[in-house]
């Protein structure tokens, strides 16, 4: 059939092969969390003691338990959207026991919103830069090059901002 989904050859099972790694994507994060939650859940407050526990300070752990008493399976949603708390939070959520089913349903519309969202994103980042690399590659390069120059600057900021507080907190004791 003429102008259908399944006449188009970069397809499989009527979806553009474009949109499989999105698709995958979220799958594979919604599993993660289902596997956090329960690990969480099955571990306990033992969780904290292991390696992982050990690597994210108890002033961090502390912070993400507030956060889930105090909202919950909206956290959950929330925690897609910051950076170091996607991967922190479900672990934490499965130690306090938050209502698995509101758990589920929180994580199931985080990985329906944020992996769109992002994959589209990056998606547009790459074919853009690889359109200025095709039109101008010193003008690729230059920007490839801010843009590192940018991440190196962000984290050196974020570490010595992260050292300053650790000091003003042990001057404090």
């Known amino acids: 059939m003429v102008g259908t989904l399944d006449s188009d050859p970069a397809s499989f099972l009527g979806i553009s092969v474009l949109l499989w790694p999105m698709i995958l994507g979220g799958v594979g994060l919604f599993a993660a969390f289902q596997a956090y939650y329960w690990i ?3 571990l306990g407050p033992r969780i904290y003691a292991s390696r992982l526990g050990k690597k994210i300070s108890e002033e961090k752990i502390l912070k993400v338990e507030n956060a889930v008493r105090k ?3 909206f956290a959950v949603y929330a ?3 910051v950076p170091g ?3 922190t939070l479900p672990w934490v959520a ?3 026991r ?3 089913p509101w758990y589920v349903v929180a ?3 985080g990985c329906l919103t944020w992996v769109p969202v992002t994959y589209l994103g990056l ?3 790459i074919w853009g830069w690889l359109k200025l690399a095709a039109q101008s590659p010193l003008l690729a390069a230059l920007a490839a090059v801010a843009v590192v120059a940018a991440v190196i600057g962000f984290v050196r900021w974020r570490r010595r901002r992260a050292a300053r507080r650790e000091a003003e907190r042990l001057a404090a004791v």
């Open 94 to 96: 499965g130690v306090l």
């Open 71 to 73: 909202w919950g399976a």
């Open 98 to 100: 938050i209502s698995y």
């Open 79 to 81: 925690c897609f959207w």
């Open 107 to 109: 994580a199931a519309l």
């Open 85 to 87: 708390l996607r991967h």
């Open 123 to 125: 998606y547009s980042v």
């Open 40 to 42: 969480g859940h099955r």
